[in-house]
């Protein structure tokens, strides 16, 4: 008997078409498979009910014929920081801890219509605000691959929940590398589209300027299928973009004959991993083989990336979580003398420690005398930063590089150290500062057994290439079909 | 030492748009409390907001009508701070990158033309309404978001203003032009305008300002002077004893007629300004900007010297037609009909505006048509004036028009001659006294014997005829 849970989302979409299985049985498994990875803590919520009612419906539908596309009756699950309505979403925030949204973001909305299967929502660092998942406010998460270890984050859940087979896709967002870090620390396959390609709207914000949704899946080919059915304009987001989304199958066999590719200097330098680099220059080699041109570029303002991302994200943060004031929704403590005792008692309660200091850190950089030098500044820095892409992009097609220093580190490691959990973000806020969509691909173990991701940026709009490029590397090589022990 | 005020004035204007400036909900005053409200408006988690064009088209054509520099590119800004009724905990706004930019306003005041200078204006959402429940003694509050989320301009003078009169005059001017606009209905009351000022006092010649203090919640009309003149009052006092104005932010209390302080320098609030990264930058194509030139409608001012220099009306009289667009557009239309602007002006300013009593004009039974043909039946003589008046209540009544009612009534003026002089004859038969008066120097007593004639015709004699028979028979 095939073990469903353990095949591609592709397979089944398949599988389903061939009435070889149905969205029931294999819902059903999905949510034994979640069961058995309890102890991860990869789900905040699991919505066992929904998911078997929408399970059958998804059969009725096909049964009559009528099925809404290649993701009907497909398990898939969302981080905890996208809104469903009449789910509830906490953001792994005690402020939010009870809050049933009365709306569904745009890209829930989109996989409904799809006749997805939402089985729950995903455990992630509060308000995407870490690179561990142990800032959840719930529970940390735990690497499949070695429990003493972190996921890596913010978008830990969605990676955990691929890589064991709990569900076939999942989204996750990602401001500074919060889908592909996770993705590389676990072994799967993480997509940032290009800053405006994936609605925002309904999706908790972090730092509105950086924040983009993306699929975090088995293989690729499931990664450009999920990102297909979130791709395009809303017009209820303002930063999204108005223009026409290609096909991400249709060149996803093509090969990278003739293609260029950049490799930034800047990216192969102390505090790299051993195993890590010696990974990557593997797949520079690979991919030499596969007929493309290695060509060394320059990103010469890449040192100035993390202090830039950590002004610009944490201003916006500080004001997009102003709203969590007890007012209207979530936590409320009044400790009933008076209007600003409540704010202190709801907030000071209601947010963890690593949210609170970013929003002093955001709130500082915008203040009266420190705008400037602070949060100007990085703006203008921010532009040089997207400018050394644009170059970059003049020489080469695509750029290859590390997506994270070191595979996953152990729980608490950084705990008192925030500064050195901000650097586990080196390679990827880059793109999220200059817009660009980046793709997490495994391309190696350790010898202690952990997974290790590479990181493969394109131009704005050109995640078609990511995808092909990716895929290029995937089918050479079985790292992406390699399972977690647990 | 005589002193002079400097004042600025820092005016909000709702927009009268269908619906709020970043959700599709409707932008009306009165519902029940959180009836106009969604997901975007109630600031959920994970919303975000979509520009309503109408708003922008609104603020270009108050914009061009106060002559200021529109901006093809301009910002949108979060301004930060913490009160139960701005949802977000932010309220987005413009900041360094305004809409417009640099108009002005000529006001005038006793017979001279002043011109105020326009800073800035700018667009923005309002915040909600806190509602604070009497009966649990301030121990618990609501809010109602109705408003919140609605559109509204910040219209910024220069300090130019030298008085409080002249503040008001600024105001008026700016709400009438406003409403002709139709881009703000002008209701203070209601607070969909609303005024702070910005107020110092300096030695008369001295160039270099004093300290401003900033009044809050002058929420009428006739709060504006009243403030106004009451916070130059205090500082005059102050400086005049050897104290210091402190800079803050005072609340203008309309019940004991005075300002208080609110807030110091030192308390006022850090807003954090920063360009909304939600929304993109506001482009304006200065193509609609010379479209909005064009179809700008004839404003109050202009219209008030048309009324003057052409109808030959009083500067009272056109003063008072064009202070509502709608008054000046039922007396204009009036006179498409009936061609004697004096009395058709007479009328509105006079027995109209008592009729309206705070309607609207358009909501009367009384309509242009049938006003101007009241006047004609008077100018033509078919009625007197006094008959006139009975006829418009009439009219306001019922809505009936004026022939009709002259007809069923049986108003029509008497002008046959043969049926005056009986009745005069009887006047003099029957007021010997009066009639000895008369003949005695007391040109007055006529008066009473065509009050007797008129009697006796039941008012409908024409008067004219009455004294022309009456002074023949005793001449």
Known sequence: ?486 | MSYEAVIGLEVHAQLLTATKLFCGCRAAFGAAPNANTCEVCLGMPGVLPVLNRRAVELALRAAVALDCSVHTRSQWSRKNYFYPDLPKGYQISQYDQPVATAGHLDIELEGRTRRIGITRIHLEEDAGKNVHDEAMAGRRSYVDFNRGGTPLIEIVSEPDLRSAAEAAAYMRSLRRILRYLEVCDGNMEQGSLRCDANVSIRPEGEEQLGTRTELKNINSFRFVEAALRHEIVRQTEIIGDGGEIVQETRLWDSQAKVTRSMRSKEEAHDYRYFPDPDLPDLHIESAEIDKARQSLPELPAAKSRRYVDELHLTAYDAESLTEDPGVARFFEAALLHHANAKALANWINNDLARELGGRRIDSLHVTPQSLAELVALIDRGTISGKIAKDVFAEMAATGTSPGTVVAQKGLTQVTDTALIEAAADQAIAANPAAVAQLEAGKANALGYLVGAVMKQTGGKANPKLVNEILRRKLG
């Open chain 1, 1 to 486: 008997m095939v073990d469903w849970t353990q095949c591609t989302l592709a397979q089944l979409s398949q599988g389903l078409a061939a009435r070889a299985v149905t969205s029931v049985q294999v819902t059903r498994d999905c949510l034994a498979r979640i069961e058995q990875i309890r102890p991860l803590g990869a789900f905040l919520f699991v919505d066992a009910q929904g998911a078997m009612a929408q399970a059958a419906a998804a059969d009725a539908r096909r049964a009559s014929g009528r099925v809404n596309g290649p993701l009907d009756g497909v398990p898939l699950a969302l981080k905890d920081i996208f809104l469903t309505e009449g789910v509830p979403t906490t953001c792994g925030s005690k402020i939010l801890e009870g809050f049933v949204p009365p709306y569904d973001a745009t890209v829930v909305r989109r996989w409904k219509a799809a006749g997805a299967v939402l089985v729950g929502k995903l455990n992630m660092d509060e308000f995407a605000m870490g690179s561990s998942t142990e800032h959840s406010a719930f529970a940390p998460a735990r690497n499949p691959w070695d429990i003493t270890r972190v996921p890596g984050g913010s978008s830990g859940g969605s990676a955990i929940a691929v890589s064991t087979g709990a569900v076939f896709g999942t989204l996750g967002t990602d401001t500074g590398g919060s889908i592909r870090q996770p993705a590389a620390l676990c072994g799967v396959v993480g997509l940032k589209p290009t800053y405006g390609r994936v609605s925002r709207y309904g999706v908790i914000a972090y730092a509105s300027s950086l924040d983009q949704v993306g699929p975090l899946a088995r293989n690729v080919t499931d990664t450009a299928m999920l990102l297909a059915s979130i791709a395009g304009h809303d017009p209820k987001d303002s930063t999204s973009a108005d223009r026409p989304v290609p096909s991400y199958l249709a060149e996803l066999e093509s090969g990278v004959r003739g293609l260029r590719i950049g490799v930034p200097k800047e990216y192969f330098v102390e505090g790299l991993d051993g195993e890590v680099g010696s990974a990557v220059e593997a797949a520079q080699k690979a991919y030499e083989k596969l007929g493309a041109t290695l060509v060394e570029i320059s990103l010469p303002h890449t040192a100035y990336a993390i202090a830039t991302y950590y002004l610009i994200a944490t201003a916006e943060a500080s004001s997009n979580l102003a709203r969590y004031d007890g007012v209207r929704y979530g936590l409320r403590n009044d400790p009933g003398a008076g209007l600003i005792d409540m704010y202190f008692a709801t907030r000071g309660a209601g947010f963890g420690s690593e949210v609170k200091r970013r929003i002093m850190l955001g709130t500082y950089a915008l203040s009266a005398g420190y705008y400037e030098a602070y949060y100007g500044r990085a703006q203008k820095v921010r532009t040089l930063i997207a400018r050394d892409f644009s170059r970059a992009f003049e020489q080469t097609d695509i750029l290859l590089t590390p997506t994270t220093p070191a595979p996953a580190f152990r729980l608490g490691e950084n705990a008192d150290d925030p500064l050195q959990m901000y650097l586990a973000d080196i390679y990827t806020v880059s793109a999220n500062l200059a817009g660009l969509p980046g793709l997490s691909l495994p391309c190696g173990m350790t010898r202690g057994g952990l997974p290790i991701g590479m990181q493969i940026l394109g131009s704005h709009w050109s995640e078609a290439t990511v995808l092909r490029v990716a895929r290029a590397f995937e089918r050479e090589h079985d790292f992406a079909v390699r399972r977690p022990p647990a």
